[in-house]
């Protein structure tokens, strides 16, 4: 499975090296790197768009040091993940996909429609709440304890834990 593991907010611009202070806005660019995805902090002056072969980006404040609570989470950054993994074919992206598809239908971005099985594979058929587009997302039939670990990825790579 591939790792997604990204470290928390750097609190360090990546173009400056300047330190990123408690409530300062700053921007954070996903990058693929091979098997992984890089996670790279900007200060807003530094910040110039998403650099090039960005996955994903967005903006959030620095957290106080002392910050023990449990991060937002942010309902379009989700499902812009959810879209740009649809079509993906690679069996961690697959699983990715589906726990996002899983935490939008919790979040009530996505609405369960039916679940279809087609050559021996399951797919979950959504909607999105806002446009009525609808999605198939393939089941990978995750274990419990995979359900978990992916989750884990999931949150992560988002930076919310």
């Known amino acids: 499975m591939t790792e997604y593991e990204i470290q928390p907010n750097t609190r360090q611009c990546a173009l400056s090296g300047r330190a990123l202070q408690p409530g300062e806005r700053f921007y954070t660019a996903l990058l693929e790197e091979g098997a992984h995805f890089i996670r790279k902090d900007f200060s807003l002056e530094a910040w110039q768009g998403p650099p090039a072969g960005a996955f994903s980006f967005w903006t959030g404040l620095v957290p106080p040091p002392d910050d023990n609570q449990k991060p937002r989470f942010d309902d379009d950054l989700l499902e812009e993940c959810f879209y740009r993994l649809d079509g993906q074919t690679d069996p961690s ?21 039916k679940t279809i099985t087609a050559n021996g594979e399951e797919k979950v058929c959504v909607r999105c709440a806002r446009s009525g587009e609808r999605y198939e997302v393939t089941n990978p039939r995750l274990t419990e304890d995979e359900m978990a670990q992916v989750q884990e990825e999931v949150f992560k790579v988002l930076g919310w834990n």
């Open 93 to 113: 992206r697959v699983n990715f996909r589906y726990v996002v598809a899983l935490l939008l239908i919790r979040r009530k971005r996505l609405k369960f429609e």
